[in-house]
């Protein structure tokens, strides 16, 4: 009997109406007398909005890696045994993530009201450091401690979960070595728990990327900071932030594509077991093959000798 494969007529009626809908929103965009597109394309590679671009990824990596390292440290806390501990952690990702990013970036970057002046001195005595706070809390600094404790608070909750999803049987089996807490965590549990932790970051830090447009309000010199500088003075407001937009796609697109091959290396257990290993240890392992090798050669050179000696 032949097989007739089943015609599925709804799904090319929807998909056709899909690429006439998108085809109508790019054709209306394209056509609108309102939008400059040799503007568009004039302020595509404007070295002003280049350099927007080089500090949107510098605050996105910076602010990941401070809500990398704080979030760990904060899911031990959280999950310590110390109540004290277990409480504070608990409060900080309660508040952090309880007010908005906005507040927060304007909280930091107007400090001064609260401390003009911020002094590191060592107690009861005169020795100490002080500097004017409008000086330090610049709007890059404010929007890298903005960011960054704020992501603290999410990471913090992603570890929690890596590492409580590794086995328990790990931890007897450390405790059982003589391991200490720290020890266990650092050697056993952490680096067990990056299987589940690695492929959530590259979600914070797409996100990352486009939370740095919130930067504007203390004029960070990201982006979105420096395409609006540019259309207050010119008004060109939707052909800059469509110049704006077009850069956040290609950023997104770049660390989405390095997401997938984070994924692909730590996402599935059978992945992260049957990756190819690195290149020191391909190295060690080339070195042990020809150690071997030339042991056996001086081995068997050996036994030649002695049937040798057999024959005579």
Do not use: C
């Not at 990941?64 to 109540?83: D, E, Q, R, W």
């Amino acid at each position: 009997m032949p097989i007739v494969k089943l015609k599925h007529q709804s799904r090319w009626i929807l998909g056709a109406l899909a690429v006439l809908f998108v085809g109508w929103l790019v054709f209306t965009f394209a056509t609108n007398q309102n939008i400059r597109w040799s503007e568009v394309a004039h302020y595509l590679f404007f070295p002003k909005i280049i350099d927007g671009i080089w500090v949107t990824i510098l605050i996105s990596i910076l602010a990941t890696v401070v809500g990398l390292v704080l979030g760990v440290i904060l899911a031990v806390m959280k999950l310590s045994h110390n109540p004290v501990l277990n409480w504070f952690a608990t409060l900080y990702i309660w508040f952090f993530r309880g007010t908005p990013v906005l507040v927060q970036l304007i909280f930091w970057y107007n400090l001064a009201f609260l401390f003009p002046k911020l002094i590191i001195q060592i107690p009861f005595t005169n020795i100490g450091y002080m500097w004017d706070t409008n000086e330090v809390m610049t709007g890059f600094n404010a929007a890298l401690l903005g960011l960054g404790l704020n992501l603290a608070a999410y990471f913090a909750e992603t570890v929690r979960a890596g590492i409580q999803a590794v086995d328990k049987g790990q931890t007897e089996a450390a405790y059982a070595l003589g391991m200490t807490p720290g020890k266990r965590m650092t050697k056993i549990v952490l680096p067990q728990a990056l299987r589940i932790i690695i492929p959530p970051t590259g979600n914070e830090f797409i996100s990352m990327l486009k939370t740095t447009s919130l930067v504007y309000v203390v004029a960070g010199n990201d982006l979105m900071t420096n395409a609006s500088q540019i259309y207050k003075q010119n008004n060109l407001i939707m052909e800059l932030l469509i110049v704006a937009s077009l850069w956040y796609m290609v950023m997104t697109a770049i660390a989405t594509f390095l997401q997938s091959k984070l994924e692909t290396r730590f996402g599935a257990e059978a992945v992260r077991l049957v990756r190819k290993p690195g290149v020191l240890t391909r190295a060690a392992d080339a070195r042990k093959a020809n150690a071997a090798v030339k042991l056996d050669n001086s081995t068997d050179n050996a036994d030649s000798a002695l049937s040798g000696k057999d024959h005579s």
